[in-house]
């Protein structure tokens, strides 16, 4: 009968256009030649629809996969194939060429799921029949006692008793799980109802906004607290952080006044980092200076050191190493250098000399005297053995702007050279030209200062210089510690790695 087959699971194959589905046998019609099957599966895929109907002409290949035994359920069956979406080898039908069912040996296909046997072993009983006769009442009869005989499948019959067994079947393994234990798994990974899934998508957007980042970390701070259970330092400690210059392990604690005066300096400086360099008055200064030049630093090795940190100081302010490269010969920087008649002067025809070396344009104004310093005349000399040019007249610097101009017009002492025609020519034309101005070893007081300053470079200790004078650096002119110490300075080195670093107000 059509209605013993009522609760087997097969496959449906309706060729290509249709392709493959499985599911468990719901109603055979034989009036009109048509097929069931609920919960089904489209090509692995359980389909939105709870059950579907095949008309006759439409199916190529029946497959049986299931025949449920007499204590069988089909709801656990249905748990355990369908949702799976793996159902077991089984029987295989399809049509012959003559239009007659026969009997063949078909390996399966590769459109259709993998068949894993699960409550029978079927290898070697395949049953092939026309599609006209696959949903009948005779293709169901025809078979029936040949899937009885089969080994592995069991036929249900009205009087059938758990007592009477084929002498040839075999009872399936236990796999260690009751039914309805595999029920439970089965159902609890597979068993929600399409119907529930959300048709729309997931607002990630509004989710994230419920989530307050500022509470939760709060709550985090909040639990590490008071359980003390921090991951660095103590619960209430932040981890120190160093910069890449920066020592991780200290012997002893930094002394940042490590430079002490014998008077209250006037005026303090400090490093980048951190160091304090106080001010010293001019007296102090000079003093310095004679008992360095008796101790054998002579004025031509101080000449000679400040024209090195001067040149030094001018070449990073021109562009250092991007603005004089051997590339950039068209980019010659120009720097006009003012010098006055006394040692500060010298300094600067010193610079004048360090700056021509590196293919520096080096414009030197100085004016004539008939007599002139030693010190000059021998920087002079130097200086006409380069590539400078030397003028004594305003009207031959240029008339455009240059890259530079270095200052040292200014004196300590000679104050009568600022009434000097000359001195106010200099003094307007390099306030008319809109180069900066860097300013070496300036005077203390403003009132002396004609020229405005950018920079100003102080030698060993700085002078209590104003506002005028710019921003201050600071360059090491080569005076031992202990010339320090006779002069009642109590001094430790400052600059480090450098010869010139800048000074900061405090």
């Known amino acids: 009968m059509a209605t013993d087959w009522l609760g087997s699971i097969v496959s449906i194959n309706c060729g290509e256009s249709l392709g493959v589905y499985q599911g468990r046998v719901s109603a055979v019609d034989q009036v009109s030649q048509t097929i069931s099957l609920t919960r089904p599966f489209h090509n692995g895929v359980k389909c939105l629809v709870p059950e579907v109907t095949f008309r006759a002409g439409d199916i190529t290949e029946l497959k049986i996969l299931e025949i449920p035994g007499p204590g069988d359920s089909r709801q656990c069956g249905d748990s355990q194939q369908m949702e799976t979406g793996i159902p077991g080898v089984g029987c295989q039908v399809g049509p012959s060429q003559n239009g007659t069912g026969k009997v063949l040996k078909k390996p399966m296909s590769s459109s259709a799921p993998q068949n894993i046997p699960r409550r029978t072993d079927?290898?070697?009983?395949?049953?092939?029949?026309?599609?006209?006769?696959?949903?009948?009442?005779?293709?169901?009869?025809?078979?029936?006692?040949?899937?009885?005989?089969?080994?592995?499948?069991?036929?249900?019959?009205?009087?059938?008793?758990?007592?009477?067994?084929?002498?040839?079947?075999?009872?399936?393994?236990?796999?260690?799980?009751?039914?309805?234990?595999?029920?439970?798994?089965?159902?609890?990974?597979?068993?929600?109802?399409?119907?529930?899934?959300?048709?729309?998508?997931?607002?990630?957007?509004?989710?994230?906004?419920?989530?307050?980042?500022?509470?939760?970390?709060?709550?985090?701070?909040?639990?590490?607290?008071?359980?003390?259970?921090?991951?660095?330092?103590?619960?209430?400690?932040?981890?120190?952080?160093?910069?890449?210059?920066?020592?991780?392990?200290?012997?002893?604690?930094?002394?940042?006044?490590?430079?002490?005066?014998?008077?209250?300096?006037?005026?303090?400086?400090?490093?980048?980092?951190?160091?304090?360099?106080?001010?010293?008055?001019?007296?102090?200064?000079?003093?310095?200076?004679?008992?360095?030049?008796?101790?054998?630093?002579?004025?031509?090795?101080?000449?000679?050191?400040?024209?090195?940190?001067?040149?030094?100081?001018?070449?990073?302010?021109?562009?250092g190493p991007n603005?004089?490269?051997?590339?950039?010969?068209?980019?010659?920087?120009?720097?006009?250098?003012?010098?006055?008649?006394?040692?500060?002067?010298?300094?600067?025809?010193?610079?004048?000399?360090?700056?021509?070396?590196?293919?520096?344009?080096?414009?030197?104004?100085?004016?004539?005297?008939?007599?002139?310093?030693?010190?000059?005349?021998?920087?002079?000399?130097?200086?006409?053995?380069?590539?400078?040019?030397?003028?004594?007249?305003?009207?031959?610097?240029?008339d455009t702007p240059v890259d530079l101009v270095i200052n040292c017009l200014d004196c300590h002492e000679n104050a009568f050279l600022r009434d000097q025609p000359w001195y106010k020519a200099v003094v307007d034309w390099a306030n008319q030209n809109r180069a900066p101005v860097l300013s070496i070893d300036p005077p203390i007081s403003e009132m002396e200062l004609g020229i405005d300053a950018k920079w100003s470079l102080a030698l060993g200790l700085p002078l209590p210089l104003g506002e005028r004078a710019g921003r201050v650096y600071l360059c090491d002119i080569g005076i031992p510690q202990k010339v320090f110490q006779e002069v009642g300075i109590n001094y430790h080195s400052p600059f480090g790695c450098k010869f010139v670093i800048p000074l900061h107000s405090t």
């Not at 008793?161 to 159902?187: A, E, F, I």
């Not at 120009?334 to 070396?357: D, E, F, Y």
């Open 122 to 319: 079927m290898k070697n009983q395949d049953i092939v029949i026309s599609p006209q006769q696959q949903c009948s009442k005779s293709y169901m009869d025809r078979h029936m006692e040949t899937l009885s005989q089969s080994k592995g499948f069991r036929r249900r019959h009205n009087s059938w008793s758990s007592s009477s067994r084929h002498p040839n079947q075999v009872t399936p393994k236990k796999s260690g799980l009751k039914n309805g234990q595999m029920k439970s798994k089965d159902d609890e990974c597979f068993g929600d109802d399409i119907d529930e899934i959300p048709d729309t998508d997931f607002d990630f957007e509004g989710n994230l906004a419920l989530f307050d980042k500022a509470a939760v970390f709060e709550e985090i701070e909040t639990y590490e607290r008071r359980s003390g259970t921090r991951s660095r330092g103590t619960p209430n400690e932040k981890p120190a952080r160093y910069r890449h210059d920066e020592n991780i392990l200290e012997s002893e604690p930094i002394v940042y006044r490590r430079i002490v005066v014998p008077h209250n300096p006037n005026k303090e400086f400090c490093t980048d980092s951190g160091l304090v360099v106080p001010s010293v008055s001019y007296e102090l200064h000079k003093k310095l200076l004679s008992v360095a030049e008796k101790h054998g630093l002579t004025l031509e090795r101080r000449l000679e050191m400040t024209g090195v940190c001067a040149s030094q100081m001018a070449l990073s302010l021109l562009g």
């Open 323 to 398: 603005r004089l490269n051997p590339k950039n010969v068209h980019q010659r920087p120009t720097v006009a250098l003012l010098c006055g008649p006394h040692v500060k002067g010298a300094q600067g025809i010193s610079c004048g000399r360090h700056l021509s070396n590196h293919d520096v344009h080096v414009i030197l104004f100085l004016p004539n005297f008939v007599k002139m310093l030693e010190s000059i005349t021998n920087e002079l000399n130097l200086f006409s053995k380069t590539q400078g040019q030397q003028v004594s007249s305003v009207k031959d610097l240029p």
